[in-house]
């Protein structure tokens, strides 16, 4: 039975639950940053899903990168490029980070992941970007 | 006209030309590790693919994957875990970087992207990657 990576339940809050994955959004103010984990138990790398999840894993992906710029334009920092990195180096459970990337933002150009510590959002931002990738994903959800 | 980046032409070799994507071995022995341009002209993110690339590009990540334990098992560093990141913050070319991870390589836990310099492979070492890397594409292509 599938259970979500309680590192995922302490660095991050629920956006949805999409066809595939648990769509959740890092409490990271440095960037719009959301994580797919697929409900597949086990799953460790991509090979390890179905064909079938493979594409919907790929959707979703897209759909959480809408959400991570929507999350940018709530907040008034529009997203310039999407990172999508898929490691799990010490969190084995599979899952797939999409971020938002700004020229200006700590990490430019390199990547995000294993860098400084996280800042957490103001509760007036969280509340904010929580809706913005809410509703951008739930959009996506029903196409 | 599509047209691979002079950057991937100057730090990789070619690989194989699949159904969508040029795949390259990056010249560091420090890691197995491939890169995939689509063919694409202009694209920069996932969602500039359309709805079959994006299909077809995840197969050809899966690939990837497999070539770069077979690159792993030739030189007898056998992959532990695979890392998959498209961010192009600095090459804008569409591009997706798979890599074999150990314990023992020198970036462990954290991603490749951004630390330290390419070792570039012996030849004979080179060799046998091309080799094991160019035999496992052409399997999954004939699939």
Chains 1, 2 share one sequence.
């Not at 020229?103 to 509760?123: F, H, I, K, N, T």
């Amino acid at each position: 039975m599938f259970r979500l990576d309680p590192v995922f339940e302490r660095l991050s809050r629920p956006l949805a639950s999409l066809a595939l994955c648990e769509a959740r959004l890092m409490d990271d103010a440095r960037f719009p940053w959301l994580v797919l984990a697929p409900r597949r138990d086990g799953a460790v790398e991509l090979e390890d899903l179905a064909g079938a999840d493979r594409g919907q894993l790929m959707a979703e992906i897209v759909a959480a990168g809408r959400a991570a710029r929507a999350v940018g334009e709530a907040l008034a920092r529009p997203v310039a490029k999407l990172n999508v990195g898929q490691l799990g180096n010490l969190t084995r459970q599979l899952h797939v980070h999409v971020v938002g990337r700004r020229e200006d933002d700590p990490c430019w150009p390199g990547p995000v992941w294993g860098q400084g510590a996280a800042a957490p959002y103001r509760p007036i931002d969280l509340e904010r970007a929580m809706d913005a990738a809410g509703r951008r994903l739930a959009e996506a959800d029903r196409r």
